[in-house]
Nanobody, 123 residues
Framework: QVQLVESGGGLVQPGGSLRLSCAAS????????MSWYRQAPGKQRELVAS???????NYAHFVKGRFTISTNNAKNTVYLQMNSLKPEDTAVYFC?????????????????WGQGIQVTVSS
C-alpha cells in the first residue's frame, strides 16, 4: 500500500514560516496529484494547495501569494512552504496523493491520506 508521512509542523509566531513535507512510500508506479488540506477545530476540511503532473498548481484564495507547493519527484515528496503565517492558518494539515501503484505485477489506482500534522500560529 501507499503510505504518506507528514513532517515539519509545529508552533510559529504570526508572520513566520514553516515548511511541511509529505513523503510517499510503497509500491508507487506513478503519482498524478499531490495536495495539502487542512482542518481547523469546528470547521470542515478544506483544500489548501495542489500540484499535478506537469507542474500545474492550484491554491485556495486564503493562501495564495503566501504558500507555495512543490515536489521532489525522486523522493516522492511534496512540500508546502508557508510564509506570512496568520493565526487563522492554525489547523491540522493533511497530505493527499493520487496515482497508480503496482503490486504483484498488477496496477491499480490509489488515493492515500497522511495522518495529519498540527500547525499552530500564535504569539
Amino acid at each position: 500500500q501507499v503510505q504518506l508521512v507528514e513532517s515539519g509542523g509545529g508552533l510559529v509566531q504570526p508572520g513566520g514560516s514553516l515548511r511541511l513535507s509529505c513523503a510517499a512510500s510503497g509500491s508507487i508506479f506513478s503519482i498524478n496529484d499531490m495536495s495539502w488540506y487542512r482542518q481547523a477545530p469546528g470547521k470542515q476540511r478544506e483544500l489548501v494547495a495542489s500540484i499535478i503532473s506537469g507542474g500545474n498548481t492550484n491554491y485556495a484564495h486564503f493562501v495564495k501569494g503566501r504558500f507555495t507547493i512543490s515536489t521532489n519527484n525522486a523522493k516522492n515528496t511534496v512540500y508546502l512552504q508557508m510564509n506570512s503565517l496568520k493565526p487563522e492558518d492554525t489547523a491540522v494539515y493533511f497530505c493527499n496523493t493520487y496515482g497508480r501503484q503496482q503490486d504483484w505485477g498488477r496496477e491499480r489506482s490509489f488515493n492515500s491520506w497522511g495522518q495529519g500534522i498540527q500547525v499552530t500560529v500564535s504569539s
